[in-house]
């Protein structure tokens, strides 16, 4: 009966939220498939004063008749200078210019990776977790949907970005938690002190936006998406992704944590609240403990070509904390371990509210 309910589920919700939807891809559609057939010329050259690699390239298209072109790669100055080699796959994109179709290569082919990638991490997904492994790839498809069919339609449109990104979480909490961890008294738990945690962090990501002066416009990509779509509110995509960004890691932390109380409560017989909270909350200050050295390692990992900057420059510390784009993701990386923090003292009061004997 229990899978039957979860298979019911998953068929709703493909129902009602996905195949409705549509989503329109980004782009004119010009862009080809290509395979580099031959390397004609490779030498170095002098560029702006500068030496970097040149290759004349022969690339085979991916087009019904097999086209053969021509292309010049790094005959303009470049930061990144790439070197092709026979059956390299790469994206070609096509323009026309004064002497008829130009082609420029834009990128590798790395679609063929990805889904291998993703066939593996699918079966062993399933191999080891089995149907709670299963159900919990069929709550990250549904998040996919909601985060690619309502929130990013939604935010191009100019809606409030706080509001989507509350309401989206709203959706996908419940959904992902009860397909993940299945329908009882842990997992509803979990979803209650996941939305108020998630309100939480809302609220203080609003506070200190808006006392740190933040614009959303300290990155490349926003100042480029603000002049494309200039309906665009750059400061509420910015705390609408802390908010999206917290979603991921409160799975985790509540249902842990509310396991720790249900564990206690049948095994260990305990029938007070109070003693609930108290023996739950050694176990959750350890887990709050590695949480934040886990953050601040993914932090670090995701964030060297920034930190290097930091190693590297000659304005005082005080002063590059300053600059829009560092205290940005200061103010990201915070507000988002005080909502996780807080997550594990209401997870295990509401569990230990909830488990003691009345």
Do not use: C
Not at 72 to 81: D, R, S
Not at 125 to 151: C, E, H, N, P, Y
Not at 323 to 337: C, F, H, M, N
Request: proline share 3%; glycine share 6%.
């Amino acid at each position: 009966m229990y899978i039957f309910k979860k298979i019911f589920l998953v068929i709703f919700l493909l129902t009602v939220f996905i195949f409705p939807t549509s989503i329109k891809a980004i782009g004119d559609g010009s862009s080809i498939n290509a395979t580099v057939t031959q390397i004609i010329e490779e030498k170095e050259i002098e560029v702006m004063e500068s030496s970097q690699l040149y290759q004349k390239l022969e690339l085979e298209l991916s087009t019904s008749d097999h086209k053969k072109v021509i292309i010049e790669n790094g005959n303009q100055p470049m930061a990144n200078i790439i070197k092709y080699v026979v059956n390299d796959r790469v994206l070609v994109n096509v323009q026309t210019g004064p002497e008829g179709e130009e082609y420029v290569i834009i990128d590798f082919i790395r679609k063929d990776s990805l889904i291998l990638l993703s066939i593996i991490f699918i079966v062993l997904l399933v191999f080891i977790a089995k149907w709670k492994g299963l159900f919990s790839l069929f709550g990250m498809i549904f998040t996919f949907a909601v985060v690619f069919a309502f929130v990013l339609p939604r935010l191009l449109a100019g809606d409030n970005p706080v509001l989507i990104a509350v309401g989206a979480s709203l959706v996908i909490i419940p959904v992902s938690f009860y397909l993940a961890h299945g329908f009882n008294k842990k997992t509803t738990i979990a979803v209650i002190s996941s939305i108020i945690s998630l309100i939480i962090t809302a609220v203080f990501a609003s506070i200190f936006t808006q006392i740190g002066h933040l614009t959303g416009f300290s990155s490349e990509e926003a100042g480029m998406l603000s002049l494309d779509r200039g309906n665009l509110n750059m400061k509420g995509i910015l705390l609408a992704g802390i908010v999206i960004g917290v979603l991921g890691v409160l799975d985790d932390i509540t249902i842990s944590q509310a396991a720790i109380v249900d564990e206690l409560a049948n095994t260990a017989k305990l029938t007070k609240a109070k003693d609930l909270y108290n023996r739950s909350m050694v176990i959750g200050k350890d887990h709050i403990t590695s949480m934040v050295n886990t953050l601040v390692l993914a932090y670090a990992g995701a964030s060297l070509p920034l930190l290097l900057i930091f190693t590297n420059n000659p304005h005082p510390f005080s002063e590059i904390i300053n600059y829009e784009l560092i205290a940005e993701e200061i103010i990201r990386t915070l507000v988002g371990s005080i909502g996780l923090i807080l997550a594990v003292p209401i997870t295990t009061m509401i569990a230990a509210n909830w488990y003691r004997k009345k």
